[in-house]
């Protein structure tokens, strides 16, 4: 069974930086992992994704540039480094871990994945 830890969000000015981590435990260095997030009353949208090697990624366009997802299989963590944040940002972000192993396939809708996580809330003020 796959279980997901998000830490590391909090209250930043804009501009600021924030670092989310997901601890993973059960076998999710052969799977794809990514960011969602979901801000009050819209649904739930793609943020980032990093193929189970780590050797790929792909952003949704409004974060290309500012955020960044890394992986450690050793340590079984995904990483979200997001600089520049702006209200916009503004949501309970989630980690997420595909069900698909070995599968190379960089996918950006909630339906591909299978384990999340309980969320960490990012807010940014202006």
């Known amino acids: 069974q796959v279980q997901l830890v998000e830490s590391g969000g909090g209250l930043v000015q804009a501009g600021g930086s924030l670092r989310l981590s997901c601890a993973a435990s059960?076998?999710?260095?052969?799977?794809?992992m990514a960011w969602f997030r979901q801000a009050p009353g819209k649904e739930r949208e793609f943020v980032a994704v990093?193929?189970?090697?780590?050797?790929?990624?792909y952003y949704t366009d409004s974060v290309k540039g500012r955020f960044t997802i890394s992986r450690d299989n050793a340590k079984n963590t995904v990483t979200l480094q997001m600089n520049s944040l702006s209200p916009e940002d503004t949501a309970v972000y989630y980690c997420?871990?595909?069900?698909?192993?070995?599968?190379?396939?960089?996918?950006?809708?909630?339906?591909?994945?299978?384990?999340w996580g309980q969320g960490t809330q990012v807010t940014v003020s202006s």
């Open positions: 997420a871990a595909s069900a698909k192993k070995y599968y190379s396939g960089l996918d950006s809708s909630t339906m591909d994945y299978e384990y």
């Open positions: 990093i193929s189970w090697r780590g050797g790929s990624t």
């Open positions: 059960g076998r999710t260095f052969s799977s794809a």
